[in-house]
């Protein structure tokens, strides 16, 4: 079909839906031996930078001046003396000397993002998690719609990181607005995925940028749970 110069992506004032036919490789300055796959940044309107890094044997993510969330995808990495498997994730303060570094091929989620201080209070710590070991919490009672915090409840924490998982025919129980932006990629399944007047299918390897105010939904369709990872800017 690309011939014909069809896709599912689309881009608009204020929303972003990247499919995987669409993704373009570039180089980063804090990508050693790797590519990255930009989904959304500043230039787009974001006030974040959310890409994939796709890490050879050997490959690193290397310091920067600004806060980083890291979440293994596909392969292997260490961070300091702590390994990573998929699911794992690092989250780095601001120019914290720590190297992500594969130790296999690896496809890694980052978010990386300028901190926000707040008066008398410091900027967390490093530190690195395990996707299955944080509680799995039914979204306002339903058992069917489950969320995991990936960052503590911490006023800290400007930004937060979340998992979300949807039985089949599972969605949101409201069209929700608001002021927090989104960056979502879609780690399993699909659905229908609501942005401002405009539905769209989605699934697995789907990244969607929706900006303060967006009008939006999802709900989950086909025959296996569908799960997304999805940062906001949050406690600012």
């Not at 339903?142 to 969320?147: C, G, I, M």
């Not at 998992?163 to 929700?176: I, K, N």
Request: net charge negative; glycine share 10%.
């Amino acid at each position: 079909m690309h011939a014909l110069g069809h896709t599912r992506s689309a881009s608009r004032a204020d929303h972003l839906l990247q499919t995987p036919d669409t993704f373009v490789r570039s180089k980063l300055p804090q990508i050693s031996k790797g590519t990255a796959i930009v989904h959304v940044d500043p230039g787009r309107g974001a006030r974040f930078l959310q890409y994939t890094a796709e890490l050879e044997c050997g490959g690193s993510l290397q310091p920067i001046p600004a806060q980083r969330f890291a979440y293994v995808l596909q392969g292997e990495a260490r961070v300091g003396s702590d390994a990573l498997a998929p699911g794992d994730y690092a989250y780095c303060p601001t120019g914290h000397p720590l190297e992500l570094i594969a130790t296999q091929a690896s496809r890694i989620a980052v978010i990386e993002k300028t901190y926000e201080p707040l008066s008398g209070i410091p900027e967390p710590t490093a530190f690195v998690g395990r996707e299955s070991n944080q509680p799995s919490d039914p979204l306002n009672g339903n058992a069917k719609l489950r969320v995991r915090s990936l960052l503590p409840v911490d006023l800290a924490f400007d930004l937060a990181v979340n998992t979300m998982e949807y039985d089949p025919g599972a969605s949101l129980p409201m069209v929700e607005i608001h002021t927090m932006e989104h960056g979502v990629l879609m780690l399993e399944g699909g659905g229908i995925m609501r942005m401002n007047d405009f539905w769209y299918p989605t699934g697995a390897g789907d990244f969607v940028w929706m900006a303060p105010y967006c009008p939006q939904w999802f709900g989950a369709l086909g025959e296996v749970p569908a799960k997304y990872l999805i940062y906001k800017n949050w406690n600012r």
